[in-house]
């Protein structure tokens, strides 16, 4: 749950705010769930984003 105590300087409180939730993935998974997705687009999204994490992996080991 993110929470910001706001002491004095609005404007900070509202960039701490925003990093917060941009740190816990609300508004990614708010942007993603705003419209329906088909099941064979979000299995094609699921595949490319394991195969970037497996990518990502093996380019760390030096494999790639």
């Known amino acids: ?3 910001v105590l706001v002491e004095g300087d609005f ?3 509202l960039k701490k705010f ?3 939730i941009e740190k ?3 508004l ?3 942007k993603r769930r705003e419209f329906y997705e ?7 999204r ?11 992996a093996l380019k760390k080991k030096g494999l790639l």
């Open 1 to 3: 749950m993110a929470t």
């Open 11 to 13: 404007e900070k409180a």
């Open 18 to 20: 925003k990093k917060i």
């Open 24 to 26: 816990e993935g609300i």
């Open 28 to 30: 990614t998974e708010y």
């Open 38 to 44: 088909k099941p064979s687009v979000k299995r094609k």
């Open 46 to 56: 699921k595949e490319r984003a394991a195969r970037k994490r497996l990518i990502k």
